[in-house]
C-alpha cells in the first residue's frame, strides 16, 4: 500500500508542487544543499538521518530535476556532489516563504529567526522573491540566509556551485 497519493500529473500546480515539497525531509535536503552541504555524508550528518531515507530523498530531488549528480574522486565505491538544477535553484523563493512564515506564525524555542537577506544592497528581505529595497529578485547568487543558531553570521548562498553545461548526461 503506497503511503500516499501520486499528485504529479494533476491539473491543479499546488497538487503538482505539493508532491515534490510536502515530505518535509526533502525541504530540509534542499535547504542543506542552497547552504552548500552537497555530499551524502555531510547531508546525513547535519540532518541526522538515517542512510535508506536520505537515499530515497535525493533519488526523487533528482527524478524530478531539483538535483543531479556529478561524481567526484576516484575509488571502487561512487561518490557524488549533488548539486541543484534551475528548477531546484527556482525552489529558493519556496524555502524563503516558509521560512518566513514560520517565523511569523511559530514561536521559535530560542526567539531567533532566520534572516533572508539580499546581498545586492544588503538588506533583509521581506519577500521570499524579490529585494523591495532594490527592486531585485532573490536568487541563490543574491541571497544570504541568517540562521537562528549562528545570529550576525551570514551565509551566501551563491557560493553553492552552479548547474553543469548539460546535468542530463551525468551518470547516475
Not at 9 to 14: I, L
Not at 70 to 81: E, T
Not at 147 to 155: A, F
Request: hydrophobic share 35%; charged share 20%; glycine share 6%.
Amino acid at each position: 500500500m503506497p503511503l500516499r497519493s501520486d499528485w504529479s500529473t494533476k491539473n491543479c500546480p499546488v497538487a503538482r508542487g505539493v508532491d515534490i515539497f510536502a515530505d518535509p525531509w526533502t525541504v530540509l535536503v534542499l535547504r542543506e544543499i542552497f547552504l552548500g552541504n552537497h555530499r551524502f555524508d555531510g547531508l546525513r550528518d547535519a540532518l541526522s538521518i538515517a542512510d535508506n531515507s536520505l537515499s530515497d530523498r535525493l533519488r526523487r530531488l533528482v527524478e524530478a530535476g531539483l538535483l543531479h549528480k556529478q561524481p567526484y574522486g576516484q575509488g571502487a565505491r561512487p561518490r557524488v556532489d549533488y548539486l541543484l538544477t534551475d528548477a531546484g535553484r527556482d525552489a529558493l523563493p519556496v524555502l524563503n516563504a516558509l521560512s518566513q512564515w514560520a517565523d511569523k506564525h511559530t514561536p521559535s524555542p530560542t526567539g531567533r529567526t532566520m534572516g533572508v537577506y539580499c546581498t545586492t544592497c544588503g538588506t533583509a528581505a521581506t519577500s521570499a522573491d524579490w529585494c523591495t529595497h532594490c527592486q531585485r529578485p532573490l536568487t541563490a547568487e543574491t541571497t544570504a540566509w541568517e540562521r537562528p543558531q549562528e545570529p550576525g553570521i551570514l551565509i551566501a548562498l551563491g557560493s553553492a556551485p552552479a548547474p553543469r553545461a548539460n546535468p542530463e548526461n551525468t551518470q547516475s
